[in-house]
């Protein structure tokens, strides 16, 4: 990961910029400011419980969600050209950021004893050429000194998207998806680069608590809006 100063902004193309932004387009992102304490949900201003409905009925099987930035403009187009064109440039800047934001809010102690990326079925990952989750994963493996286990959790089929669908419609779609292969080390972190519904990731850490885990956490780039 590049700390350096200087070089190109790759929004705006202006010098000076760090981690490859600049000032003025750092300022720019869409910072999650009001969120959900327990899934990151954004939320258009803070809530005296400081829960979403949804996890105050149902709280969810992640002891804490940390996500940075709302899934919308610029964030959404620097993931997507990264995510789908193979744009590496778009996605450093917010790495480096994400990986100093982690330092900031959680001591060396209390970090987890291995990342996770969420996986992604082999078909998805010829097509595209490589899995986002784990690039990512890797990227704060390295700058943050946690182990990386990229095979731990398995996707066994594929799933129409989730997002559309209903609560109980989203569940039933990914029975059966996941399965854990190896020892499960006490304290994980999933990672992922967007959260949408929040439905697989709670589905992944359900099936990380009951082969073992002690505690899972939710690190991602972005969250989509409710």
């Known amino acids: 990961m590049n700390n350096s100063d200087g070089g190109r902004c790759v929004a705006c193309l202006t010098s000076h910029a760090r981690h490859g932004l600049c000032p003025a387009c750092r300022a720019d992102l869409p910072v999650n400011r009001w969120h959900c304490h327990a899934c990151a949900l954004p939320l258009p201003f803070a809530l005296p419980a400081g829960l979403c409905g949804e996890c105050q009925a149902t709280p969810p099987p992640f002891s804490r969600a940390i996500i940075p930035w709302r899934y919308q403009f610029p964030i959404d187009g ?5 995510k789908y064109h193979g744009q590496r440039q778009f996605i450093r800047p917010l790495l480096a950021e994400f990986g100093e934001l982690i330092e900031q809010q959680i001591p060396a102690e209390d970090r987890p004893d291995w990342l996770v990326p969420a996986p992604m079925h082999w078909s998805r990952r010829w097509q595209r050429g490589f899995n986002q989750a784990a690039d990512i994963a890797e990227c704060l493996s390295s700058h943050l000194d946690i182990p990386l286990d990229s095979g731990l959790i ?9 997002r559309g669908l209903n609560r109980a419609t989203r569940l039933a779609n990914l029975q ?3 399965q854990v292969r190896g020892t499960v080390p006490e304290r994980i972190a999933l ?3 967007v959260v949408t519904t929040g ?3 709670k589905t992944l850490a359900r099936h990380l608590l009951d082969a073992g885990a002690r505690e899972v956490q939710l690190w991602a780039l972005a969250r989509t809006p409710g």
């Open 191 to 193: 990672v992922d680069d």
């Open 78 to 82: 620097m993931i997507g050209r990264y």
């Open 176 to 178: 059966g998806v996941f």
């Open 154 to 162: 398995y996707r066994c089929r594929q799933v129409q998207a989730q």
């Open 199 to 201: 439905a697989t990731a």
